[in-house]
């Protein structure tokens, strides 16, 4: 074996993971419908004001009166907490809270290199913290999930910053065996997948089953996901370890590998190849990817997410892989932009740019023409800004390793195939429940 599979951070990382990896079986389908999928029943507007506490723990024997009194005299201060509701937008939130729309509009500034505002989804949280006197707004709070929240801070008069929480938490083995009757879709809704997690395994077998003509009732179908806790809650984020399909005379495989690919049973890759570039012939980088670029005029930290490749506006920009076009927008810093996710773990961004010619929810093609290059939003002048996001955190769209459509290399064949017998050895039990079947 290769020893430097050994030392790799990733596979410790994952050696810890199955270390400590529990084995759930969910034999109730409501069980998990109510965990995980319905994370907010009570998504609605509350209003919080953080309560006053006494100065110091030790100060037991505190009156009613001197508490109101102390109260008093404490400046504290106020906060508000607004869950997002169907149909809300960052403007009327922002009026909710009487916050005017410039400060918003600093908010969307800091937000640029990130984005995080423009996928507000109900069920998120939005904690605002402001000055008692002033009401002046000091620190925003979005939380996606208890693994994943971002802090806008203000750093002067007229600008925030802000700092991305991501905790990996711990993860949570789940086996989800069951019969197909009807579609393989409703089937795999109904034993508990969710939407995307469906989507993600229609993905990955793309060029090996037509789901829709193949599959038929009585076929069978195992998956093996990984749930993410984090102090011992489900935080609603997954990732598929495992499928096998049973679809009469033919099975069908796909394992995640520690490289974060997936491959059948024999080693060869399931994922499709990425291009390097989102264009064609050749253009001059005017800005590289820098996650500790410092701004040039305030010294803070600015990271620069992406690579600035200048080109004239009407440049034809393409699809770097095959995936689904999941964000179109128009933002007051990032211009028209458009983000792509091409199976579990990659996403790209294209920014800037003067034309987008696909729709939301479009699937497209590796190569196909998506948009042409523009000079929107804060911009310098005509150039594209371009993003390769793997598992949540951009990377440098230059050098990342990205799939190659290719086998398990040699040296680490033998690894693969520890981690498919692990899965498999699930797959197996005997005591082998079946769900929604
Ligand atoms: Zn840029």
């Known amino acids: 074996m290769n020893a430097t599979w050994k030392t790799s951070p990733e596979q410790k990382r994952k050696q810890r993971r199955r270390r400590f990896l529990l084995l759930i079986i969910f034999v109730v389908l409501g069980l998990t419908g109510s965990f995980l999928f319905n994370s907010s029943p009570e998504a609605k507007f509350v209003d919080v004001h953080r309560s006053p506490q006494?100065?110091?723990?030790?100060?037991?024997?505190?009156?009613?009166?001197?508490?109101?009194?102390?109260?008093?005299?404490?400046?504290?201060?106020?906060?508000?907490?607004?869950?997002?509701?169907?149909?809300?937008?960052?403007?009327?939130?922002?009026?909710?809270?009487?916050i005017g729309q410039n400060v918003m509009v600093q908010i969307l500034s800091?937000?640029?290199?990130?984005?995080?505002?423009?996928?507000?989804?109900?069920?998120?949280?939005?904690?605002?913290?402001?000055?008692?006197?002033?009401?002046?707004l000091l620190k925003m709070e979005l939380s996606f999930h208890p693994a994943h929240q971002v802090v806008y801070y203000r750093v002067d008069e007229n600008s925030f910053d802000y700092e991305e929480n991501i905790l990996s938490g711990t993860w949570a083995s789940q086996l989800i065996d069951a019969e197909i009757s009807g579609s393989f879709y409703g089937s795999a809704m109904l034993a508990g997948l969710s939407e995307q997690e469906v989507g993600n395994i229609s993905y990955l077998f793309k060029n090996k089953i037509n789901f829709s003509r193949d599959m038929r009732s009585g076929d069978?179908?195992?998956?093996?996901?990984?749930?993410q806790l984090v102090d011992g809650k489900l935080t609603g984020q997954s990732q598929i370890e495992g499928v096998r399909i049973f679809s009469r005379n033919h099975s069908y495989t796909a394992f995640l590998?520690?490289?974060?690919?997936?491959?059948?049973?024999?080693?060869?890759?399931?994922?499709?190849?990425f291009q390097r570039y989102p264009y064609k012939g050749r253009f001059r980088i005017s800005s590289a990817f820098n996650p500790a670029r410092r701004h040039p005029v305030s010294g803070r930290i600015s990271p620069?997410?992406?690579?600035?490749?200048?080109?004239?506006?009407?440049?034809?920009?393409?699809?770097?892989?095959?995936?689904?076009?999941?964000?179109v927008k128009n933002h007051p810093f990032a211009g028209k932009y458009l983000e792509i996710k091409h199976d579990g773990r990659y996403v790209t961004r294209y920014l800037h740019l003067s034309r987008i010619t696909?729709?939301?929810?479009?699937?497209?093609?590796?190569?196909?023409?998506?948009?042409?290059?523009?000079?929107?939003?804060?911009?310098?002048?005509?150039?594209?800004?371009?993003?390769?996001?793997i598992k949540g955190r951009a990377v440098n769209p230059i050098t990342?390793?990205?799939p190659m459509a290719k086998s398990?290399?040699?040296?680490?064949?033998?690894?693969?195939?520890?981690?498919?017998?692990?899965?498999?050895?699930?797959?197996?039990?005997?005591?082998?429940?079946?769900?929604?079947?």
Do not use: W
């Open 54 to 98: 006494p100065e110091k723990a030790a100060n037991t024997s505190i009156t009613k009166t001197s508490l109101k009194n102390a109260t008093q005299k404490t400046v504290s201060d106020q906060i508000y907490q607004r869950v997002i509701r169907p149909g809300d937008n960052l403007s009327t939130i922002f009026d909710s809270v009487e």
């Open 110 to 136: 800091a937000d640029e290199s990130l984005l995080a505002l423009d996928i507000l989804q109900p069920g998120n949280r939005l904690t605002f913290t402001c000055d008692e006197k002033t009401h002046q």
């Open 220 to 227: 069978r179908f195992q998956v093996v996901r990984s749930l």
């Open 257 to 273: 590998f520690e490289d974060g690919n997936y491959y059948d049973e024999h080693g060869e890759s399931l994922a499709r190849a």
């Open 304 to 327: 620069h997410k992406g690579v600035d490749f200048v080109m004239p506006i009407g440049t034809p920009i393409y699809a770097t892989g095959d995936g689904e076009v999941v964000r």
């Open 358 to 389: 696909v729709k939301r929810g479009q699937k497209i093609k590796r190569g196909e023409r998506i948009a042409l290059s523009g000079n929107t939003g804060r911009s310098t002048g005509p150039h594209l800004h371009y993003e390769l996001h």
């Open 400 to 402: 990342a390793k990205i």
């Open 408 to 437: 398990i290399p040699k040296n680490s064949f033998k690894t693969f195939q520890q981690q498919v017998a692990e899965l498999r050895s699930l797959m197996d039990r005997p005591d082998n429940t079946f769900i929604g079947a």
